[in-house]
């Protein structure tokens, strides 16, 4: 650089206006610093140009329009009228058939025949077979054979008319138990079973008759005719004809007055007793509803004949809710009473291990007293809750037979009670896939004459589930718990028997092949409770069944 420096200075030193004749240089420069160049900021106009015109051109037109009608062509096209569609029907099939069987030599059958949806007539069979055929544990550990079986056939059919509708019953069932529960004291093994060997014969028919008028404001009317026929292995037998007719007319103001009607009479065989019993029941009642309130007013009227005595009887019956927010909280009380009825019939069907012959008195329920409030969390979620109190003579309970050693039979006791009562229900209902049950029953007793009450339970609970999954697995879920209950001592005991509580859970799963086949297992008493739902009668420990369902 500093030569380059020299030789510019040189040129620029030599280079005057006029060349001369060069004279000779011989000069040192010495530089300090290295040449930097640099450039000065440019200055920018920001001043854009304009050229100025004194001379202004403004154009002017001149035009018209001439209207002119167009003709529009435009052709109205109909819309199609919207119809109401329902919802499609499933189909139904005219036979259904299950089959099954289980450990404890269980089998299980069933077979139903019936007619397609028509709205005129229905007709249908219905046949069915449950039995135990294998032994089961008592308390001291020995293994009998319950005898155990239920067999049963029935026909049905409905007649369906403009303005009412007929319909007709026949049914048939026999079914029975060996008294195979015995004080395990005893120490015995086995009984023989002619001495222990029970069935019962049961020939029903039931004629029905009632309207069918879509207009409320009509009289409406339900009446029904049934008789009942009971034969056991020892000869002892039961006519029973029971009536029962109701009537109610709706007016424009909304009230509506009902009138229930009804007589029964039971014939039985002097084994059991010498005179007949016939119950003639009235009740006129009315009441009104409206989407604040239902009310109902009313009282009940019975006649209860026996033999020459005639005991007659009064129940009043009253009933008020109110709809605070309609479906979803609804409080309601009343007070009512009734009579219940009692005979070989509804015996055998409660517990068939009375004594042969085994006569029962009816059951007045002077007055019950109750306050609840129901309604809904949700569209799936509903409960009802409520409470009672109740003033009750000649309730009957079960009592072993003192007079057999065995005890392995049941009598009858009767006591004048107080009952209180707490119910509660939860239900639940997504959809068609899950939906479920929770309920508690909890009872309390004030005796008058007996210690106890005997085999009632105070508490029980229960829940059911069911899911079904596209309508091709199906589960189930049921879960029982009974409470503990008492026994009154039999000869052998001195003191009194506490059947201890237990929890029953059972589970189910059926697999739909096709809409026709389907198998199915079921797993009963999974937890092996040591259920007793007699005292000295044991139940089937944990059971498993299985088969197969077929529709046709």
Known sequence: ?????????????????????????DKEIVVVNPYQPSLSDAYKINILPMVSDSISIRPSFDYSIQPRKFDTKFQIQPITPA??????????????????????????????????????????????????????????????????????????????????????KISGAYDGGDFYGYNPILGVTELPRDQIQQNYLKLDGRMKLGSTHKDSLHLNYIGSLDYLYTYDHYKNFEHGAVLNTELNQRFRS?????????????????????????????????????????????????????????????????????????????????????????????????????????????????????VGLKGSFSREISYDINASYSLVDNMPFYV?????????????????IDMSKIYGELKHLHTDRLSGLLSLTWMQYKMTGQEKPWHMPRLVVSLTEQYN???????????????????????????ILTLKGFVDLNLGLEYRYTKLLSGFVRFNNILNARNQAWNYYSGMGFNVSFGFTYAL
Not at 400 to 416: H, M, P, R
Not at 475 to 485: I, N, Q, S, W
């Open 83 to 168: 119809r109401l569609v329902g919802a499609p029907l499933t189909k139904l099939y005219r036979s259904y058939l299950k089959l099954g069987f289980g450990n404890y030599l269980v089998p299980n059958a069933e077979l139903r025949i019936n007619s397609l949806r028509s709205k005129k007539s229905q007709w249908g069979i219905d046949i069915q077979h449950f039995s135990i055929n294998g032994k089961l544990k008592l308390d001291n550990d020995h293994k009998v054979k319950p005898g155990y079986f239920d067999n049963s056939v029935s026909v049905y059919g409905k007649r369906i008319f403009n303005k009412s509708f007929i319909s007709g």
């Open 400 to 416: 072993n037979d003192t007079v057999d050693i065995l005890g392995n039979t049941f009598n009858v006791v009767y006591d004048s």
């Open 1 to 25: 650089m500093r030569y380059i420096l020299v030789l510019g200075l040189a040129i620029t030193i030599g280079l005057p206006g006029r060349v001369y004749a060069q004279d000779p240089i």
């Open 254 to 370: 909304g009230t509506v007055f009902g009138l229930g009607l009804g007589a029964e009479y039971y014939y039985t065989s002097e084994s059991i007793d010498s005179a007949n019993n016939t119950i003639i029941k009235l009740n006129p009642w009315f009441g009104k509803n409206t989407s604040a309130f239902i009310y109902k007013i009313g009282f009940g009227l019975a006649l209860d004949i026996y033999g020459e005595k005639v005991d007659p009887l009064i129940y009043p019956e009253a009933l008020l809710q109110i709809n605070v927010v309609k479906g979803v909280l609804m409080p309601y009380f009343g007070v009512d009473g009734r009579m219940q009825v009692n005979n070989y019939r509804t015996v055998v069907e409660e517990n068939r291990y009375i004594s042969p012959g085994l006569k029962v008195n009816n059951t007045h329920h002077k007055i019950r007293g109750y």
């Open 469 to 495: 999954l596209r309508n091709k697995i199906l589960l189930d879920m049921e879960v029982f718990y009974v409470g503990k209950r008492y026994a009154r001592p039999s000869l052998l005991d001195t003191e």
